[in-house]
């Protein structure tokens, strides 16, 4: 099993800053792929970020790539995945999930949920004008 549990969403007016954290924990194999989702009511749960453990390879999804508003890091002595994000939008507002998944996942740069066996709880991330 593994344990995922996400912090550090919130309120910002847009244009802010804001940094996600999620703790990993459990039965964790040495190379995985994690990765950033988020999910706004109504919508459905689109992928955001992933991150290759293996060699740190990062990849985006459509609605944030090329932006550079959005990164994705790791810290492997924490066990920890962050996600920064920049010039935040109200658009940007959602739930935000982080996710396990196997090595495969990252190999096809996939952000498919359904690619990803693990999911925490989910951060709320609101972003006012």
């Known amino acids: 099993q593994v344990q995922l549990v996400e912090s550090g969403g919130g309120s910002v007016q847009a244009g802010g800053s804001l940094r996600l954290s999620c703790a990993v924990s459990?039965?964790?194999?040495?190379?995985?792929?994690m990765g950033w989702f988020r999910q706004a009511p109504g919508k459905e749960r689109e992928g955001v970020a992933g991150l290759y453990t293996r060699n740190g390879f990062t990849y985006y999804g459509d609605s944030v790539k090329g932006q550079g508003r959005f990164t994705i890091s790791r810290d492997d002595a924490k066990n920890t995945l962050y996600l920064q994000m920049n010039s935040l939008k109200p658009e940007d507002s959602a739930m935000y999930y982080c996710a396990y998944g196997y090595p495969s996942a990252c190999v096809r740069q996939s952000l498919y949920p359904s690619d990803f066996g693990y999911w925490g709880q989910g951060t709320q991330v609101t972003v006012y004008s």
């Open positions: 459990g039965y964790i194999y040495s190379t995985y792929c």
